[in-house]
């Protein structure tokens, strides 16, 4: 089964010869080995790169185990990079290679060598890895399957497709489990024996309960605001233990790293600036995250809204929550100041979009609850709302286009229709 990840090979495709590191990132399993050592060597073959101009290296496979001596492996390129033709690079789980960020600073000074790696533990997890390339380095973030990538092999219809997209997210190693129990077992072993073995090895974390508490709040109160302090006062009143919004900051920090989670913070739109607090978090992959909960709490309407946010960063979107301040008179004639949401405000140069997530639109009263902060926005920027059941596409009286959650996620060029 060869699935597509033609967004991604088209990125290190673009990044050819720019003369940096290309380092492709992203939470464990996403697929990264596959791009690089089958999508992105198959592509080279085809440009007619030779094979022998075309070097790699897993230095996870125990017949590679000496080359992650670096006094072994410089030389071995040596030898092998033996003309001046174009010469391609690979490595897979650098982070093993011993002094690996001066080698790879040293290579990418060779005007014929262009250099690919990725990596997977608790080091390669870090969002802070290009630092060690000392400005040399060029990310290529990846994602776990998009539901378009998902659906693309998949064998069935798109309703039942989405509900085990849903349920098992888009790690591309569940589609080779055929039963629920395999499927969920995997992505449970996967979430402690590997995510949390990594960030607790990365960070040196003391209290691993703590740590898994806070995972557990999360994963109960995707898409809900909330900061450290609220955070805190939850587990003072619900688990009845003491921890610190410093120490539930740093955790927090931890998992973006890893990747786990994302976040996406309020962004006052009238008054054109950021509010630091409260935060929006979501899950990298449904997946996991309904794994962590032992599958016990799948609501549709806050994994649409986890979907659509992620579908949005795939296409390289700048994603915040977006806040419209009112004012307005009450009933007794005082004024009022409200804040209404939306529920992403989406940048990409000079192009903005306001997307509301609405599962279900059962009447008139919905529809005006979800468009009013649209139309409050005091901009002629595109306005979405996205449901689970549109029929088809079509802009309504206030100028609100309104499409189901398949046509938004099935079609690349959606938010231009």
């Known amino acids: 089964m060869e699935i597509r990840r033609d967004t991604y090979l088209n990125k290190l495709i673009s990044k ?13 399993r996403c697929g990264k080995s596959y791009l690089l050592f089958e ?17 790699e290296m897993a230095f996870d496979a125990y017949e590679n185990k000496k080359y ?18 174009q010469h391609y690079v690979l490595l897979d789980e650098v982070q093993l290679l011993g002094d690996f960020a001066s080698i790879l600073n040293s290579l990418v000074r060779r005007k014929n060598v262009d250099v690919y790696v990725t990596g997977s533990n608790a080091k ?19 994602y776990p399957l998009t539901f378009a ?29 055929t039963t629920t129990d395999q499927k969920g077992d995997f992505l449970k072993s996967l979430f402690e024996e590997t995510y949390i073995s990594d960030i607790i090895g990365r960070n040196h974390v003391r209290n691993k309960a703590e740590l898994e508490e ?47 989670i994302d976040s996406a913070i309020r ?19 449904l997946g996991l995250r309904n794994a962590r909960l032992n599958f016990r709490q799948v609501e549709e309407t806050h994994a649409m809204e986890n979907i659509i946010f992620n579908e949005l960063k795939v296409r390289g979107y700048n994603v915040d929550v977006g806040v419209v301040v009112m004012n307005e008179i009450d009933q007794a004639g005082k004024k009022i100041r409200k804040q209404l949401e939306i529920d992403f405000v989406c940048n990409k140069g000079s192009k903005r979009y306001y997307i509301q997530s609405a599962f279900a639109m059962q009447d008139e009263k919905k529809m005006q ?22 029929i088809a596409p079509l802009y309504n009286e206030e100028g609100v286009l309104v499409m189901s959650v398949f046509d938004f996620l099935l079609n690349p060029d959606s938010m231009d229709l």
């Open 124 to 142: 390669f997890l870090s969002k802070d890895i290009i630092t060690e390339f000392r400005g040399r380095g060029d990310e290529v973030h990846m």
């Open 149 to 177: 990538e998902f659906m693309s092999v998949y064998e069935g219809e798109k309703a039942d497709g989405w509900r085990d997209y849903v349920l098992y997210g888009g790690i591309p190693l569940v589609l080779t489990f």
């Open 267 to 285: 962004y006052d739109i009238k008054g054109k600036k950021y509010i630091d607090t409260p935060s929006k978090y979501y899950f990298t992959d």
């Open 68 to 85: 992650r001596d670096p006094d072994i492996f410089f030389p071995y390129l040596t030898e092998r990079i033996n003309d001046q033709d």
């Open 214 to 260: 806070l995972l557990n709040i999360l994963s109960s109160s995707i898409g809900s605001l909330t900061n450290p302090s609220k955070l805190s006062a939850t587990f003072k009143s619900v688990k009845h233990t003491t921890i610190s919004k410093m120490t539930i900051k740093r955790y927090i920090d931890y998992l973006e790293d890893a990747f786990l």
């Open 369 to 390: 609850q979800e468009q009013r902060p649209l139309i409050n926005t005091g901009d002629g920027f595109k306005k979405i709302i996205i449901t689970k059941d549109a």
């Open 39 to 55: 999508l992105f060597r198959e592509y080279l073959r085809k440009s007619q790169v030779p094979d022998d101009h075309i070097i």
């Open 16 to 28: 050819r010869h720019n003369g940096l590191i290309k380092v492709i990132t992203g939470v464990r």
